[in-house]
């Protein structure tokens, strides 16, 4: 089973819509018993906290079920469980690493990496725009899927 946790700075916006999407699109493919997809922050400001109002607004709209979900920080022990650990942003990036006390890990990879992009994706937190960061985010997702399956 291939294991991926989506991170992102709080939580509740980016690695949630990450780790729907990706759930269902590994859904649509029949490939659930192959996955195991998760999120978490990098910081601890949003611990506890549920998924953002723009955020489940927009996946509603484009047909993905918001499922129950509660903010949380990343750990060592997500770091030693999970495959691939997908960030949203080289702030993400950086702080990973940081929390973490890395230098560098195979396992962490921008999730616009495997879309041939190296641009972050927008938090919609501070953008409004949970369009732009949803089709960053499906377009990542689906060449993920696409590079995994």
């Not at 269902?24 to 490939?31: P, Q």
């Not at 601890?44 to 509660?70: A, C, D, M, Q, S």
Request: proline share 4%; aromatic share 10%.
């Amino acid at each position: 089973m291939t294991s991926i946790i989506f991170v992102c700075h709080g939580n509740i916006c980016r690695s949630p819509m990450a780790e729907f999407v990706m759930k269902e699109l590994v859904k649509r493919k029949g490939l659930e018993n192959r996955f195991f997809i998760d999120s978490a922050a990098v910081s601890r400001e949003e611990i506890g906290n549920g998924v953002h109002p723009g955020t489940r607004e927009k996946l509603r709209e484009k047909g993905f079920p918001v499922l129950k979900h509660y903010a949380r920080q990343i750990t060592r022990e997500d770091y030693e469980k999970f495959d691939y650990i997908i960030t949203m942003d080289r702030s993400n990036t950086f702080l990973l690493y940081r929390l973490l006390n890395l230098e560098s890990s195979p396992k962490v990879h921008p999730l616009l990496s495997f879309a041939g992009m190296d641009r972050d994706i927008r938090d919609p937190w501070y953008t409004g725009n949970f369009e732009e960061t949803f089709q960053d985010i499906l377009k990542g997702c689906t060449e993920l899927l696409e590079k995994l399956s």
